[in-house]
């Protein structure tokens, strides 16, 4: 199975803060890669797709970057309803596989 | 507005077989563009994909569940399906369907999700 690692675990932001979240690839998965949100109790929220593509809908706060085996997923002004958890998740081969999250709290 | 419902028993016992129904409104589950996925989240753990199914019924599952589940299709209800057999006490997780679309494999819609404990 191809393991995804996100970092970090958890961080600390304020609003207006610009704001980072890497995720590792175990394997060369090319630009298959998904970024979602989840807040607590709620089912995820697709944010980007292929990388670098926002979904329909999605504030354009958030972009995403990467290839082969490095990605990352950008927030460039940190609202209030973005305090979440941010997973990625792999598409290049089945079983799909997704990193354990990165908890966004407010400082 | 396509939307996604997760129906079944909240609790299983140890051994026993888990099932669960997503029921699929405001689309087709008949779309050529779409598999339909069943995915679960333990408590306070990461996502795992179980399987996904297409509109013909045919089927991909994780190898580490596969001895374990069928996942199945019904055109006629816009329904898919989810049966875990034999499961243990770490089969409790909260189960989530969702459409998967077929061009870069992303989940696009979710279903709220139900918590399925596994107990005695």
């Known amino acids: 199975d191809i393991q995804m690692t996100q970092s970090p675990s958890s961080l600390s932001a304020s609003v207006g803060d610009r704001v980072t979240i890497t995720c590792r690839a175990s394997?060369?998965?090319?630009?298959?890669l998904v970024w979602y949100q989840q807040k607590p109790g709620k089912a995820p929220k697709l944010l980007i797709y292929a990388a670098s593509s926002l979904q329909s809908g999605v504030p354009s706060r958030f972009s995403g970057s990467g290839s082969v085996t490095a990605f990352t997923l950008t927030i460039s002004s940190l609202q209030p309803e973005d305090f979440a958890t941010y997973s990625c998740?792999?598409?290049?081969?089945?079983?799909?596989?997704f990193g354990r999250g990165t908890k966004v709290e407010i400082k | 507005q396509l939307q996604l419902q997760e129906s079944g028993p909240g609790l299983v016992k140890p051994s026993e077989t888990l099932s669960l129904t997503c029921t699929v409104s405001?689309?087709?589950?008949?779309?050529?563009?779409?598999?339909w996925a069943w995915i679960r989240q333990p408590p306070g753990k990461q996502l795992e994909w179980i399987g996904s199914v297409y509109y013909s019924g045919s089927t991909y599952y994780n190898p580490s569940l596969k001895s374990r589940v069928t996942i199945s299709v019904d055109t006629s209800k816009n329904q898919f399906s989810l049966k875990l057999s034999s499961t243990p006490a770490a089969d409790t997780a909260v189960y989530f369907c969702?459409?998967?679309?077929?061009?870069?494999?992303?989940?696009?819609?979710w279903g709220q999700g139900t918590l399925v404990t596994v107990s005695s």
């Open positions: 969702a459409r998967l679309h077929s061009n870069t494999w992303y989940f696009d819609n």
């Open positions: 394997q060369n998965i090319t630009n298959y």
């Open positions: 998740q792999q598409s290049y081969r089945t079983p799909y596989t």
């Open positions: 405001g689309g087709s589950i008949s779309s050529t563009t779409y598999y």
